[in-house]
């Protein structure tokens, strides 16, 4: 149904999880774009920016929405559609003789950690609005904090008085 569903199995026993699946996607897209530059969610995980970087592409962080309206329509059909993701990512490798494990040592495995925090919904703006302080952050749906070994990502649950907190080391 969509990319965060996928998984793909390497002839060598490697399985490239939901996560990295995710990854795999927006390597295919930016291989797509024109330009030096990508806008990514500011909840990308750390081997989607690696690759961005990996591609020489500089990237900034918006909210789920602005980030996805950057992009074109095939682009998007790919995040959402897996099967279309697997035919585009086979059309890739058939095009440029790179093989599925060429491709997937490009993507770092995940070291991510999700937790949910029950709490109001005023509390959920005032700590998202402390650590905004702090500085050195993205803020668009949430907050994205990058430090040396890794990110630490904050954002209000969509429909639960929640705050869901995300962090990624490596």
Not at 57 to 81: H, Q, V, W
Request: glycine share 12%.
């Amino acid at each position: 149904r969509n990319f965060t569903f996928g998984s793909l199995y390497l002839p060598d026993g490697r399985v490239i999880g939901e996560g990295e699946f995710e990854t795999m996607v927006y390597y295919l897209m930016f291989n797509s774009l024109g330009g030096d530059s990508v806008t990514l969610p500011s909840g990308a995980s750390r081997s989607t920016v690696a690759v961005a970087q990996i591609m020489g592409l500089k990237a900034s962080y918006a909210s789920e929405e602005e980030a996805l309206r950057s992009y074109g329509a095939d682009a998007r059909r790919m995040l959402f559609d897996g099967a279309y993701a697997v035919c585009r990512l086979a059309e890739h490798m058939a095009r440029t003789g790179l093989s599925l494990e060429e491709i997937a040592g490009m993507i770092e495995p995940e070291h991510k950690r999700v937790r949910e925090i029950s709490c109001g919904w005023d509390d959920i703006g005032r700590v998202i609005k402390e650590v905004y302080r702090e500085g050195a952050s993205a803020a668009a749906e949430g907050l994205r904090l990058d430090v040396e070994n890794g990110y630490g990502y904050i954002c209000p649950h969509a429909s639960h008085p929640k705050m869901v907190i995300r962090t990624e080391g490596y």
